[in-house]
Nanobody, 119 residues
Framework: QVQLVESGGGLVQAGASLRLSCATSGGMFTSYTMGWFRQSPGKEREFVGACTWNGGTSYADSVKGRFTVSRDNAKTTVYLHMNSLKPEDTAVYYC?????????????WGQGTQVTVSS
């Protein structure tokens, strides 16, 4: 059973930085594409960024240049480094995983961690 556990969320002021972690277990981490998503109240879940099994990254336009996704294969952990946070970044952040050959939806999801950015 694959498990993903996010941590690192919290309450910060606008302009601050925060690093989220997603520890995985029970699967083949090096074969996964790892993604980060977020959901605000009343809004649909949206893609934030992803890191492929071989280190390629992609980002939503809203976070490009501010957020960075990285992974540590030895620790089977993926990170979301968030800089210059804005109040509109407030959301529950989820990490997700799928086999790298899957082009469709992510298969495994964490429980989420709350990030609140005050103005």
């Amino acid at each position: 059973q694959v498990q993903l556990v996010e941590s690192g969320g919290g309450l910060v002021q606008a302009g601050a930085s925060l690093r989220l972690s997603c520890a995985t277990s029970g699967g083949m981490f090096t074969s996964y594409t790892m993604g980060w998503f977020r959901q605000s109240p009343g809004k649909e879940r949206e893609f934030v960024g992803a890191c492929t099994w071989n280190g390629g990254t992609s980002y939503a336009d809203s976070v490009k240049g501010r957020f960075t996704v990285s992974r540590d294969n030895a620790k089977t952990t993926v990170y979301l480094h968030m800089n210059s946070l804005k109040p509109e970044d407030t959301a529950v952040y989820y990490c997700a995983a799928k086999w790298h050959w899957v082009s469709g939806p992510y298969t495994y999801w964490g429980q989420g961690t709350q990030v609140t950015v005050s103005s």
